[in-house]
Every structure is written in structure tokens, then in C-alpha cells.
């Protein structure tokens, strides 16, 4: 199982990650940081996701696999 999570004092919204992956990533209105919303990726999620984690600039993004 592979989960990936957005370290609040990292992350500035540039949403990077919501352009590589909006089924993964949003920036709610008015949120200073960007959410994960699904709590477990697919493999079919796996490539971008980790697209994402390389492209964001803050380096906020994390994958934590078990």
C-alpha cells in the first residue's frame, strides 16, 4: 500500500501536484496548503504521483509505502 502526504509547513500552494494529479491533489479555496484526497493510491496513480513529488518545488510531497 502506498500513501503520499503533503507536509504542511512545507507546502505553499503552488499546485503543481493538482496540475499533475487533480484525482489526487486539490487546493481547496482559501487554503494555504495543497490536501491529498485519496487515501490509498493505485498503481495506476503511482507514475504521476511520483511526477508530483519530484515537481514540487517546496519539496512538501512525501511517499510512505506499508
Given at each position: 500500500?502506498?500513501?503520499?502526504?503533503?507536509?504542511?509547513?512545507?507546502?505553499?500552494?503552488?499546485?503543481?501536484?493538482?496540475?499533475?494529479?487533480?484525482?489526487?491533489?486539490a487546493?481547496?479555496?482559501?487554503?494555504?496548503?495543497?490536501?491529498?484526497?485519496?487515501?490509498?493510491?493505485?498503481?495506476?496513480?503511482?507514475e504521476?504521483?511520483?511526477?508530483?513529488?519530484?515537481?514540487?518545488?517546496?519539496?512538501?510531497?512525501?511517499?510512505?509505502?506499508?
Open positions: 500500500m502506498t500513501r503520499v502526504t503533503v507536509d504542511p509547513g512545507r507546502c505553499t500552494a503552488y499546485g503543481i501536484c493538482v496540475g499533475i494529479h487533480p484525482e489526487v491533489f487546493v481547496p479555496p482559501g487554503s494555504p496548503v495543497a490536501v491529498v484526497t485519496l487515501d490509498v493510491l493505485s498503481e495506476d496513480d503511482l504521476d504521483v511520483q511526477e508530483a513529488v519530484r515537481a514540487c518545488p517546496a519539496q512538501a510531497l512525501r511517499l510512505i509505502e506499508g
